[in-house]
């Protein structure tokens, strides 16, 4: 599957590919863009299948497919190896190309994820609610998510924004990665990354609590954990500032 994506930064610097969360599109990454190609970086923010722009798949993915549609944009673009930085959904992806593709990965930067989120029956069922009644039946709870209470509360403006993206995320390609959400088991496969992994967790975090990234770290041998304060889900962009000076630190090292 061919990903839609956006490019900033120098094309002749070192790729940066920033993967981002279920029900969101490139744009979760906007505080992250600037400081990276200001650095030098090639910054590459793709769309999950059927999500932004990208083409909605013919049906269930698995994180395999997703991560697979991810080297294939690599090949697309003639990159060899890449920085992954994932949240969530993109998390899931970079470790699976960690574990299974490690010659492709120069570092991960795995940011409020879980490399097992159950229970199962949970995915299927908001798979079901979406294709019933489209994504905007779960846009609040997801923003919900995304963002501490204080947070929305002191921004309206970013609440119906990251409102609108999930809105207008297609219902068969949200349910579509909801099933690869719904079947993930990547405890296993965390031995046998070896590349260069940093992790990071919202303290406030209702998806992926904290506990989920300290998991991760213990796996991946020789992985860093931190844990920012007053960050929920969609912790990039709330506390994009600490997030993004940890992402360059990993990056740039």
């Not at 190609?37 to 999950?48: K, L, M, N, T």
């Not at 697979?68 to 697309?76: K, P």
């Not at 406030?204 to 989920?212: C, K, N, Q, R, V």
Request: proline share 8%.
């Amino acid at each position: 599957m061919s990903l839609h994506y956006v490019e900033d930064g120098p094309s002749d610097g070192v790729p940066v590919v920033l993967s981002g969360s279920i029900g969101s599109d490139h744009r979760m990454w906007d505080p992250q863009v600037k400081p990276l190609a200001e650095r030098g970086f090639r910054v590459i923010r793709p769309d999950h299948p059927g999500h932004g722009k990208s083409p909605v798949p013919p049906g269930p993915c698995s994180v395999a497919d997703v991560a697979e549609s991810l080297l294939g944009l690599f090949d697309e673009l003639g990159v060899a190896k890449a920085h992954l930085v994932g949240l969530s959904l993109g998390g899931m992806a970079g470790m699976w190309l960690g574990a299974h593709r490690p010659d492709r990965i120069a570092s991960l930067t795995l940011c409020c994820t879980s490399a097992k989120l159950g229970p199962p029956e949970r995915w299927a069922e908001r798979a079901a609610t979406v294709l019933a009644e489209g994504t905007g039946a779960i846009a609040d709870a997801a923003v919900g998510r995304w963002l501490t209470p204080s947070c929305a509360a002191e921004n309206p403006g970013t609440v119906a924004a990251l409102r609108a993206m999930v809105v207008g995320t297609s219902a068969a390609g949200y349910a579509a990665c909801c099933a690869a959400i719904e079947h993930m088991d990547l405890v296993g496969d965390l031995p046998r990354i070896g590349v260069p992994t940093l992790v990071i967790s919202g303290a406030e975090d209702p998806a992926t609590p904290p506990e989920h990234g300290e998991l991760i770290a213990d796996g991946i041998p020789g992985a860093r954990f931190e844990i920012v304060e007053g960050a929920a889900h969609l912790g990039s962009y709330e506390q994009h500032e600490r997030f993004t000076a940890l992402i360059l630190d990993r990056v740039g090292a």
